[in-house]
């Protein structure tokens, strides 16, 4: 079976939702470890009451991208995260990784961004949708290149803004929304219903 990584940095509710997902929805893949980069990550404490593997590798100190992401590369060989037989997931996980690691894992990571790219790239999508103005935003599951959230869409969800929204309330009602498609889109990888042409997914 297919194994999966996830990293992450906080509070990792879309860890949650993919690994609650897998057993629910019997997603066939395995989830074979969470690996953080800050050892107070929230998530930890939640994949662990989940019986998964976790692993802790700070980035604190690291200046070279790629030296810090070989480390984790070691590590999710380790646990069966393969270039061929692995998906890792990006779930609030605030490093940018190197292009390196995207070449060696091409069209097997994958993020989630909480605004309907390309729309509102980087940090602070959310209030950055608000500042806009928009009308709607929502989220976006993606394939991650060597760019900045600029990778191939894999599934987008709506969300309406409402004219009283806050950051916090407009992030609460996206974030019920990356729970449900974050998995949708681990499971259409598991199966072998994704297929990548050139910046397009074809989802059969
Ligand atoms: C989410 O909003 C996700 O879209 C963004 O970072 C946040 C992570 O939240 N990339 P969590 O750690 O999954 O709860």
Same mark, same amino acid.
Not at 35 to 42: F, Q, V
Not at 62 to 72: A, C, L, T
Not at 144 to 147: N, R, T, W, Y
């Given at each position: 079976?297919?194994?999966?990584?996830?990293?992450?940095s906080?509070?990792g509710?879309?860890m949650?939702?993919?690994? #609650?997902?897998? /057993?629910k929805?019997? &997603?066939? *893949?395995?989830? %074979?470890?969470?690996? $953080?980069?800050?050892?107070?990550?929230?998530?930890?404490?939640?994949?662990?009451?989940?019986?998964?593997?976790?692993?802790v590798?700070?980035s604190?100190g690291?200046?070279?991208?790629?030296?810090?992401?070989?480390?984790?590369i070691?590590?999710?060989i380790?646990?069966?995260?393969?270039?061929?037989?692995?998906?890792?997931c990006?779930?609030?996980?605030?490093?940018?990784?190197?292009?390196?690691?995207? #070449?060696?894992y /091409?069209?097997?990571? &994958?993020? *989630?961004?909480? %605004?309907?790219?390309? $729309?509102?790239?980087?940090?602070?999508?959310?209030?950055q949708a608000?500042d806009?103005?928009?009308?709607?935003?929502?989220?976006?599951?993606?394939f991650?290149?060597?760019?900045m959230?600029?990778?191939?869409?894999?599934?987008?969800?709506i969300?309406?803004?409402?004219?009283?929204?806050t950051?916090?309330?407009?992030?609460?009602r996206?974030?019920?929304?990356?729970?449900k498609?974050?998995p949708e889109?681990v499971?259409?990888?598991?199966?072998?219903?994704?297929?990548?042409?050139?910046?397009?997914?074809i989802?059969?």
């Open positions: 079976m297919l194994n999966l990584g996830i990293l992450i906080g509070r509710s879309n949650e939702s993919i690994l #609650k997902s897998i /057993k929805k019997k &997603i066939p *893949i395995n989830a %074979a470890v969470i690996i $953080s980069n800050k050892p107070d990550a929230k998530g930890l404490k939640i994949a662990e009451k989940l019986g998964v593997s976790i692993e590798i700070e604190k690291f200046k070279n991208r790629w030296e810090y992401d070989k480390k984790i070691s590590t999710l380790k646990y069966g995260v393969t270039p061929k037989n692995g998906l890792v990006l779930a609030g996980f605030m490093r940018i990784i190197s292009p390196e690691f995207v #070449k060696k /091409k069209n097997r990571i &994958i993020n *989630i961004h909480p %605004a309907l790219l390309p $729309s509102f790239p980087g940090l602070d999508s959310q209030k608000l806009y103005g928009a009308k709607y935003s929502g989220c976006t599951v993606h991650v290149d060597a760019g959230d600029t990778g191939p869409v894999i599934i987008q969800a969300v309406k803004v409402k004219e009283n929204d950051v916090e309330t407009l992030s609460k996206i974030l019920k929304e990356e729970h498609i974050y889109a499971n259409l990888f598991a199966r072998k219903k994704i297929k990548v042409v050139g910046r397009r997914t989802i059969s």
